[in-house]
């Protein structure tokens, strides 16, 4: 018997050395988990990174246009300002008001009003309902005074 005892104790030796050896294995896992979560968190941070450097540039690179439009819109509004403007009261219909509104919309001239439609007029005059305008008579008359 005890043959068989001393068997058993090496078995009983066996399973306390294996048991030992997965509780380390699974502490071994535990903390390479903990690790890759980490690795995972940096990786993520540097991509992150990396969209944030590629947004930036493109929000520069859509800075630089825009400056550049704004540089071209400020040349266009400085040669529509010293250039010959015409006093639009002259065509028969537009008063001060519409006037006003037409050199809002950046019609100075009897040229630039000429070169409109009779509905774009009315888009830019906005008239009330109570105002009878005539915008196709105003281009004619326009259109004589550019002579």
Known sequence: ??????????????LKTNADEAKQVAQDLKTTKHELEQLKQKLADQ????????????????LMAARSELEELKQQL???QTKKKDDLTKVNGIGPVFARR????????????????ADDVRKIVVAKDWQK?????????AQSLTD
Do not use: Y
């Open 1 to 14: 018997m005890s043959g068989n005892k001393s068997v058993a104790e090496t078995v009983i030796l066996q």
């Open 78 to 80: 400085k040669q529509k």
């Open 47 to 62: 991509n992150q990174a990396q969209r944030s450097d590629a947004t930036a540039e493109q929000l520069k690179q859509d």
């Open 133 to 141: 305008i005539e915008p196709e008579k105003w281009l004619i008359q």
């Open 102 to 117: 037409l050199n809002e919309a950046g019609i100075f001239t009897f040229v630039d009003l000429v070169a409109l439609s």
